[in-house]
């Protein structure tokens, strides 16, 4: 019997998923199998999985036209046939030996999801710039009501955003027919996770980073993702429904405003004033913006909600491009002293 399936999806990553599968048999992992999807790579990202097919006897590989990254994963469920599944991207890495502990916990706890800490890499022109780490406040095992009375800390600590820094039951996945919505390109992860948590009788939480996460360099990453997305409210109106299905209340409630204020910050970002107005515009005519008004704003976000309100389109593109500044002076004085 395996205990654990990795799953991989892979496009175009010639030159990184062999030092992840690498990182993956260093991790401390036992009784497990990886499965590796390829999600219609153009380069030479095939022979590498190939080559990996008969370096490693228990690599799994299959190829697929290019549908996406959430395609891929559940593609990658229905091969899989470990316990527990564990999500990894092509570039990213793990804590050497880091899951020796996740084995012994899935083993003797057996818990629905087990949750763990990530580190996340940033880059600049291919160098380590600058390390983050974020992991669980809590240790240990959270039944239902202790998972609703804490969702504001899982999510402060990046611990629901993601699908790689968590163990979880294949059963709890299959029997209630969870997968990753594929018309998502945009925080799949984060809703397949509350889809999971939903269902979910515990969580195990280990306030380790054994994650790495390789940060992209291109900085306008979600913001183009965002662009591409027609009907804001529409997009991520499901992810309310979620959390919404947790029954954590209020708490809950906050946990979407932190949310969705993030993204509407994010969406504004890299925006003309022209798009930001355009943007805010819509934004104010519909009723989940609405809901949100009325519940808890973040303090971070209080002042961008009323340059909305009070329609000062000028002043969110000219605070957006200081911010922008700053953060290219930041990160080329640590990349100067990172060395």
């Not at 175009?12 to 497990?32: A, M």
């Not at 209630?176 to 799949?188: D, Q, R, S």
């Not at 993030?262 to 819509?282: H, R």
Request: with cysteine; charged share 25%; net charge neutral.
């Amino acid at each position: 019997m395996l205990w654990f399936s990795v799953i991989i999806p892979a496009y175009n990553c010639e030159n990184s998923i062999e030092r992840t599968v690498d990182s993956i048999v260093s991790s401390g992992l036992t009784d497990y199998e990886i499965v590796i999807i390829n999600d219609g790579s153009t380069d030479n990202t095939a022979s590498v999985c190939q080559r990996l097919c008969t370096k490693y006897s228990f690599v799994k590989y299959s190829e697929q036209e290019n549908k996406g990254v959430s395609a891929a994963r559940n593609r990658g469920i229905s091969i899989a046939t470990g316990e527990y599944i564990l999500f990894f991207d092509a570039d990213d890495t793990a804590c050497e030996n880091g899951f020796a502990e996740c084995v012994d916990i899935a083993k003797n706890e057996e818990p629905d999801i087990l949750v763990f800490g990530m580190r996340f890499d940033y880059y600049k022109n291919g160098k380590i710039y600058r390390n983050d780490v974020l992991v669980p406040e809590f240790s240990g095992c959270l039944d239902k009501n202790a998972i609703r009375a804490g969702l504001d800390s899982l999510y402060n600590t990046n611990s629901l955003a993601s699908s790689c820094n968590k163990l979880y039951k294949r059963d709890l996945i299959i029997n209630n027919k969870i997968l990753f919505n594929t018309n998502c390109f945009l925080m799949e992860d984060f809703l397949f996770s509350l889809n999971c948590l939903s269902v979910c009788e515990n969580i195990y939480c280990l306030p380790k980073a054994l994650y790495f996460y390789k940060q992209s360099e291109n900085e306008k990453n979600a913001f183009n993702r965002l662009k591409r997305i027609n009907d804001f409210c529409e997009y991520f109106y499901p992810f309310k429904l979620a959390i919404d299905n947790l029954n954590a209340g209020e708490i809950g409630n906050n946990v979407f405003n932190k949310f969705i204020c993030m993204l509407i910050s994010q969406k504004m970002y890299f925006s003309n004033k022209n798009e930001i107005e355009a943007f805010a515009e819509n934004l104010k005519k519909n009723n989940l913006y609405s809901e949100i008004k009325q519940g808890e704003i973040p303090e971070i976000y209080k002042g961008l909600l009323k340059d909305i309100e009070k329609s000062r389109y000028l002043k969110i593109r000219l605070l957006n491009l200081k911010t922008q500044i700053r953060h290219k002076i930041a990160v080329a004085v640590k990349s100067v002293l990172r060395g």
